[in-house]
């Protein structure tokens, strides 16, 4: 790979992946605000506008750190892909124009109104402008996905003289077939992050609130911290379940009818079977091409993907090695760690729900424990997601029109874009600890601080 080439791509790779670490919290916590906000509407309880509140302070913090990390990426089309841009600004510039004009600009309106409104609003419309808060995060998050399936799945264009591209159908290209699956098993991704999140903190309040030596102000915090735990692990269950099926089956079948061989990459299929089965693990070779070690279900792959027991599954053998994804080792992992952490999310949550039936959750502090250090993995799960999408869609930047080394800047050289990846790393650095100050700060003061 050309070194100009690879450096534009891995200076993108690390500003979106750093930039999706907060949007998928928001995305989260907005759903999780909003039924804060409905039970204490419902109730009156002041514990629960108390959460809200403090939820809306980590998440005005996420949000913040997502539009700083996020406006640099919308300059990289320009500095880093400018022949992407100008080949396919036609097309994927109407839907990130919709995503700032209007999914960005009612989500941080009204996250204003929701912040810093609320002694002057209503108690229902304090609600409502969480609930727009809630649905301008959720509908920004449609549009980039809806960008994002064009790249995967190209519809509603046409291919100009010039060899640029014109949109011509804005239907076609919001109702893409590829994107709905896509969002839903994005947003029950965010789902669980937030879910995740919110449990995590309350454990830590109920795990330190509960011993002997806790401070007053403590207690009071593990108040707050069974509220946490328990909309954590009433949303977290049904995302995680969500997340696995239906969203995440038809998602892969969408990889395996559109793009088969991305398809055989992730699932470490190396040769045509019929009767495929499902790999649980095992260390791709790519000299022999095989599977080193593998720990195999039988068949089962053919019927998550064609639902018939014998069915024909094709395998990387099936298509010219130019057409492969150009990493198939990174592309197998990252599938295969996020879909083992989905399911260890979803034995954690099972597992809590059900010592939440039996009133035994506050104090298993094992469990506590568990939900409290599980908080990293959903954020490393949907980076893992990503990966899988955008390794699996190589060596094309829009699938089958625009291979990705005729998309970069040709006239950056690397050095420069060394220059300024090491810029933007040390830079992020700096706010990644400022990230952390300010939201353990709040953390540190609980929903009763001021």
Same mark, same amino acid.
């Given at each position: 790979?050309?070194?100009?080439?690879?450096?534009?791509?891995?200076?993108?790779?690390?500003?979106?992946?750093?930039?999706?670490?907060?949007? &998928? #919290?928001?995305?989260? #916590?907005?759903?999780?605000?909003?039924?804060?906000?409905?039970?204490?509407? *419902?109730?009156?309880?002041?514990? !629960?506008?108390?959460?809200?509140?403090?939820?809306?302070?980590?998440?005005?913090?996420?949000?913040?750190?997502?539009?700083?990390?996020?406006?640099?990426?919308?300059?990289?089309?320009?500095?880093?892909?400018? *022949?992407?841009?100008?080949?396919?600004?036609?097309?994927?510039?109407?839907?990130?124009?919709?995503?700032?004009?209007?999914?960005?600009?009612?989500?941080?309106?009204?996250?204003?109104?929701? =912040?810093?409104?609320?002694?002057?609003?209503?108690?229902?419309?304090?609600?409502?402008?969480?609930?727009?808060?809630?649905?301008?995060?959720?509908?920004?998050?449609?549009?980039?996905?809806?960008?994002?399936?064009?790249? &995967?799945?190209?519809?509603?264009?046409?291919?100009?003289?010039?060899?640029?591209?014109?949109?011509?159908?804005?239907?076609?290209?919001?109702?893409?077939?590829?994107?709905?699956?896509?969002?839903?098993?994005?947003?029950?991704?965010?789902?669980?992050? $937030?879910?995740?999140?919110?449990?995590?903190?309350?454990?830590?309040?109920?795990?330190?609130?509960?011993?002997?030596?806790?401070?007053?102000?403590?207690?009071?915090?593990?108040? !707050?911290?069974?509220?946490?735990?328990?909309?954590?692990?009433?949303? $977290?269950?049904?995302?995680?379940?969500?997340?696995?099926?239906?969203?995440?089956?038809f998602q892969a079948a969408n990889v395996a009818r559109h793009k088969p061989a991305a398809f055989a990459s992730m699932e470490g299929l190396f040769e045509t079977r019929d009767g495929a089965p499902l790999v649980i693990i095992g260390q791709p070779d790519m000299e022999?091409?095989?599977?080193?070690?593998?720990?195999?279900? +039988?068949?089962?792959?053919?019927? =998550?993907?064609? *639902?018939?027991?014998?069915?024909?599954?094709?395998?990387?053998?099936?298509? +010219?090695?130019?057409?492969?994804?150009?990493?198939?080792?990174?592309?197998?992992?990252?599938?295969?760690?996020?879909?083992?952490?989905?399911?260890?999310?979803?034995?954690?949550? #099972?597992?809590?729900?059900?010592? #939440?039936?039996?009133?035994?959750?506050?104090? %298993?502090?094992?469990?506590?424990?568990?939900?409290?250090? %599980?908080?990293?993995?959903?954020?490393?799960?949907?980076?893992?997601?990503?990966?899988?999408?955008?390794?699996?869609?190589?060596?094309?930047?829009?699938?089958?029109?625009?291979?990705?080394?005729?998309?970069?800047?040709?006239?950056?050289?690397?050095?420069?874009?060394?220059?300024?990846?090491?810029?933007?790393?040390?830079?992020?650095?700096?706010?990644?600890?400022?990230?952390?100050? =300010?939201?353990?700060?709040?953390?540190?003061?609980?929903?009763?601080?001021?």
């Amino acid at each position: 790979m050309d070194a100009a080439l690879f450096y534009h791509r891995f200076h993108f790779a690390f500003t979106i992946t750093y930039h999706y670490i907060f949007p &998928q #919290l928001t995305m989260g #916590l907005a759903l999780l605000i909003v039924l804060l906000k409905t039970r204490a509407l *419902r109730t009156g309880d002041e514990r !629960y506008d108390r959460s809200a509140r403090f939820w809306g302070k980590i998440f005005g913090l996420s949000f913040a750190m997502g539009v700083v990390t996020g406006i640099p990426m919308e300059f990289q089309f320009g500095t880093n892909w400018a *022949r992407f841009s100008e080949a396919t600004g036609g097309v994927i510039g109407q839907t990130l124009a919709m995503e700032g004009t209007f999914a960005f600009f009612l989500e941080s309106s009204f996250l204003g109104l929701f =912040l810093f409104g609320e002694k002057r609003l209503s108690p229902r419309m304090h609600w409502l402008s969480a609930f727009a808060v809630f649905l301008g995060s959720w509908l920004s998050a449609y549009f980039i996905v809806a960008t994002n399936g064009f790249m &995967q799945h190209p519809v509603g264009y046409e291919v100009q003289p010039d060899g640029t591209l014109a949109l011509t159908s804005l239907w076609s290209l919001l109702l893409n077939p590829w994107v709905l699956w896509q969002y839903l098993h994005t947003m029950m991704g965010a789902v669980t992050t $937030g879910s995740f999140t919110m449990a995590a903190i309350g454990a830590y309040y109920l795990l330190v609130g509960g011993s002997e030596q806790a401070t007053p102000e403590a207690r009071s915090h593990a108040e !707050y911290g069974r509220i946490f735990v328990r909309t954590g692990v009433m949303v $977290g269950l049904p995302a995680a379940v969500l997340l696995a099926f239906p969203t995440g089956d038809f998602q892969a079948a969408n990889v395996a009818r559109h793009k088969p061989a991305a398809f055989a990459s992730m699932e470490g299929l190396f040769e045509t079977r019929d009767g495929a089965p499902l790999v649980i693990i095992g260390q791709p070779d790519m000299e022999k091409r095989r599977l080193d070690n593998p720990i195999e279900v +039988p068949q089962i792959l053919s019927v =998550l993907t064609w *639902r018939r027991w014998g069915a024909e599954v094709r395998g990387l053998d099936a298509f +010219p090695e130019s057409e492969w994804p150009d990493n198939v080792p990174l592309h197998y992992y990252a599938y295969h760690i996020m879909v083992g952490l989905g399911t260890l999310f979803l034995g954690a949550m #099972l597992l809590a729900a059900w010592l #939440l039936w039996k009133e035994r959750l506050y104090d %298993a502090r094992a469990m506590l424990w568990v939900l409290m250090l %599980a908080a990293p993995f959903p954020f490393i799960a949907n980076t893992m997601g990503w990966m899988t999408a955008e390794l699996g869609r190589q060596p094309w930047l829009v699938y089958g029109i625009l291979r990705t080394r005729d998309g970069y800047s040709a006239t950056v050289s690397s050095g420069n874009t060394l220059f300024s990846l090491l810029g933007f790393m040390g830079l992020y650095f700096l706010l990644g600890i400022l990230f952390l100050f =300010l939201a353990g700060r709040e953390i540190a003061h609980g929903p009763e601080g001021r």
